[in-house]
């Protein structure tokens, strides 16, 4: 059974950093590129970065650039989100994905127009000041 499972969320402050991981049992592992998403509540889930297959190349929203780094273990399975200063809007459900043979880059148009095939249950990360 294929599973994404992310670790590492909990309650910081404004500042703060938190560094979020996600396991995964995907094989071939090296063949999936991988996101994050997040939701915020009452908000729709969005885009926050992405990083290839190889790890050679990450693409991020605007909204976390300088502050978030995607990267990924290939021997280990895992993907993982490192987030400094992190913000009151950081707040949300945080979620990785999977795309086999995806691109580096993604989009929020993209998730609405072709969401990835595979999904984690998400962490919670809530910023407060």
């Known amino acids: 059974q294929v599973q994404l499972v992310e670790s590492g969320g909990g309650l910081v402050q404004a500042g703060d950093s938190l560094r979020l991981s996600c396991a995964a049992s995907?094989?071939?592992?090296?063949?999936?590129?991988l996101r994050w998403f997040r939701q915020a509540p009452g908000k729709e889930r969005e885009y926050v970065a992405s990083?290839?297959?190889?790890?050679?190349?990450?693409h991020y929203v605007d909204s976390v650039k300088g502050r978030f780094t995607i990267s990924r273990d290939n021997r280990e399975k895992r993907v993982y989100l490192q987030m400094n200063n992190l913000k009151l809007e950081d707040t949300a459900v945080y979620y990785c994905?999977?795309?086999?043979?995806?691109?580096?880059?993604?989009?929020?148009?993209?998730?609405?127009?072709?969401?990835?095939?595979?999904w984690g249950q998400g962490t919670l990360v809530t910023v407060s000041s």
């Open positions: 995907l094989n071939p592992f090296s063949r999936y590129a």
């Open positions: 990083v290839s297959k190889t790890g050679a190349t990450t």
């Open positions: 994905a999977a795309e086999f043979d995806g691109s580096s880059w993604y989009s929020d148009q993209e998730l609405a127009r072709k969401p990835p095939d595979i």
